[in-house]
Antibody, heavy 117, light 110 residues
Framework: EVQLVESGGGLVQPGGSLRLSCAAS????????MHWVRQAPGKGLVWVSR????????RYADSVKGRFTIYRDNAKNTLYLQMNSLRAEDTAVYYC??????????WGQGTMVTVSS | QSALTQPPSASGSPGQSVTISCTGT?????????VSWYQQHPGKAPKLMIY???KRPSGVPDRFSGSKSGNTASLTVSGLQAEDEADYYC??????????FGGGTKLTVL
């Protein structure tokens, strides 16, 4: 079964850090570019970051640039998002998703990140 | 990068057709044939419905179709069914390795 499963979300104080993980199965993870997309409570989808299949190139939305780092371990079929200097506005459900033809075809169930004191 | 503009709501009766618009600029929707559409039911992950403006992934009913004219893309749902009631989001590649979503449209089946 084709699947993405996120984990690592939780409650963190402003200025804190969190690392999200996304375990992939059922498809060739090492050949797939991967993205993170987030959705604040009651709000729309926002693209966050992208990484090439071999990890050679990463890109970020301006809102997270310099604070978030996307990386992957193809041997473990796992995608990561290291989030530092977290702010209240980073509160959202974070989805990992596979990139295809400049769209996103496989989505995880999401993991909730809450930044609050 | 500003979000693409979608109407906040749309509605139609079962069996009818409804079209949802998604307006951007020449730097995103108008500049690339990389518009995609996503359906999201409450509490669920988004689902890809259309990619590259008009293409349907395997398993998506042909009641769903996409088009684009200039800086505006559209999703049409024909033969509305109760299960089509959901939020719909458009997305466009915006160049320089950036992607932008629309604000979302809540589709109600009356």
């Amino acid at each position: 079964e084709v699947q993405l499963v996120e984990s690592g979300g939780g409650l963190v104080q402003p200025g804190g850090s969190l690392r999200l993980s996304c375990a992939a199965s059922g498809f060739t993870f090492s050949s797939s570019s991967m993205h993170w997309v987030r959705q604040a409570p009651g709000k729309g989808l926002v693209w966050v970051s992208r990484i090439y299949s071999d990890g050679s190139d990463t890109r970020y939305a301006d809102s997270v640039k310099g604070r978030f780092t996307i990386y992957r371990d193809n041997a473990k079929n796992t995608l990561y998002l290291q989030m530092n200097s977290l702010r209240a506005e980073d509160t959202a459900v974070y989805y990992c998703t596979r990139g295809i033809s400049y769209g996103f075809d496989i989505w995880g169930q999401g993991t909730m990140v809450t930044v609050s004191s | 990068q500003s979000a693409l503009t979608q109407p906040p709501s749309a509605s139609g009766s079962p069996g009818q057709s409804v079209t949802i618009s998604c307006t951007g600029t020449s730097s995103d929707v108008g500049g690339y044939d990389y518009v995609s559409w996503y359906q999201q039911h409450p509490g669920k992950a988004p689902k890809l419905m259309i990619y590259e403006v008009t293409k349907r992934p395997s398993g998506v009913p042909d009641r769903f179709s996409g088009s684009k004219s200039g800086n505006t893309a559209s999703l049409t749902v024909s033969g509305l069914q109760a299960e089509d009631e959901a939020d719909y989001y458009c997305n466009s590649y915006a160049g320089s390795n950036n992607w932008v979503f629309g604000g979302g449209t809540k589709l109600t089946v009356l």
